[in-house]
Structure formats: C-alpha cells, structure tokens
T-cell receptor, first 112, second 114 residues
Framework: ETGVTQSPTHLIKTRGQQVTLRCSSQ?????VSWYQQALGQGPQFIFQ???????GRGNFPPRFSGLQFPNYSSELNVNALELDDSALYLC???????????FGQGTRLTVV | AQSVTQPDIHITVSEGASLELRCNYS??????LFWYVQSPGQGLQLLLK??????LVQGIKGFEAEFKRSQSSFNLRKPSVHWSDAAEYFC????????????FGTGTRLTIIP
C-alpha cells in the first residue's frame, strides 16, 4: 500500500465523451504526476502539478487537462475521448525534490 | 530528450535461476535511474534507484542493479528468482529533481517456470 488512491478503478466511456479521473496523494506529498500506460507499453508522462500549478507537461494534446487542490489531491480530465485514449492512467505523488514517487493502482479507461 | 531502451520484451527463467534484465538509457546529464515492477492490473512499485555514489545499488526483494556510465546501462539482477517475481519490469530515467517526469522503457515481462 502506497497511500495513493485513485478512483474509479475501471470505467467505460463512449468516443467523444468527457471523463474525470481522481487521485488522492499520500500524506505530506505536494506533487502529483499523471501517466498514461497503453496496453503493452511503458507509462508515458502526461503532466505534473506542484502546489496547484502545472509544473511540466509531456507530449499530450490540450484536451488532457488537470487540477490540483489545496489538499494536494488531483484530477485528470480528458475531453473529446478517442479510442486511443483507452489505457491505464496512473497517478504518482511525491514531494518536490524527494527521490521517490509513489504510484496508485491506476484507473483502467476503456473508450468504445 | 531522454530515452530508455529495454531490449528484451519477454524473458523466461526457471525458479531458482539467476536473472538479469537489461536497460540502456540516453540522457545528456547525470541520470536518475529507477527500476519499477508491475503485477497484472496493478500500479508500479519501486524496486531500487540510482542517483549518485556507489554504482551497485541494492533494492527490495533481493534485487540489485549496476550503473555503468560507459555503457549507458542500468541492468537489474537477482541471484535466485522466486515464482512471485513473475511480473512486468520497467526501467525509467528521471530528470529535474529525480523522480519527476519519469521516462519509462517499454518493459520486460518475466515468466517463471517451475
């Protein structure tokens, strides 16, 4: 158990819809990163939030957006879902400058 | 930009045999290197990490890895595998302060046979 919880565990959406995924970070951590892991691939960095501000972004389009709240929990929003958005979405929390990020169990998103 | 290559997509070893998983990285500065393990349908668990200092690092579950700058490699080893080691293994390189914005390899799936 890492103390990082993600919800929901699984969900199915239709192409064109919007989805919100949630992450509760480990106590004491002020940084949250989101990753997309397609089937058979390694995780790819989407973006990171530090103290409610985006602190770096990977090669993902603007329809992928996020929020971080004062309690350091976070949301990942994806608009206009595409079939290729089907993946495991992982959240990782850490303290900026610390050497270890702790991952949640992930949310499995299926777009049909 | 940094990158990680894991040349072996799938490795099968017998229980009790030794294991080595290969990882090569590309990064212009001193890398922060990690090995993670992922069981089916699960998140990632950190096995070990290298930031600086001793190039042979020890991790959890009896794993170790050796950083070789001249070969741009960070191979993972275990002297004797257990059936519970069957999983997907990912090598990653970090930038900035180390753990942020990790770049992962495509993973190596490890199968253990009795």
């Amino acid at each position: 158990e890492t103390g990082v919880t993600q919800s929901p565990t699984h969900l199915i959406k239709t192409r064109g819809q919007q989805v919100t995924l949630r992450c509760s970070s480990q106590s004491g951590h002020n940084t949250v990163s989101w990753y997309q892991q397609a089937l058979g691939q390694g995780p790819q960095f989407i973006f990171q939030y530090y103290r409610e501000e985006e602190n770096g972004r990977g090669n993902f389009p603007p329809r992928f957006s996020g929020l971080q709240f004062p309690n350091y929990s976070s949301e990942l929003n994806v608009n206009a879902l595409e079939l290729d958005d089907s993946a495991l979405y992982l959240c990782a929390s850490s303290s900026l400058g610390n050497t270890e990020a702790f991952f949640g169990q992930g949310t499995r998103l299926t777009v049909v | 930009a940094q990158s990680v290559t894991q040349p072996d997509i799938h490795i099968t070893v017998s229980e009790g045999a030794s294991l080595e998983l290969r990882c090569n990285y590309s990064y212009g500065a001193t890398p922060y290197l990690f090995w993670y393990v992922q069981s089916p349908g699960q998140g990632l668990q950190l096995l070990l990490k290298y930031f600086s200092g001793d190039t042979l690092v020890q991790g959890i579950k009896g794993f170790e890895a050796e950083f070789k700058r001249s070969q741009s490699s960070f191979n993972l080893r275990k002297p004797s595998v257990h059936w519970s080691d069957a999983a997907e293994y990912f090598c990653a390189v970090g930038t900035g302060f180390g753990n942020e914005k990790l770049t992962f390899g495509t993973g190596t799936r490890l199968t253990i046979i009795p």
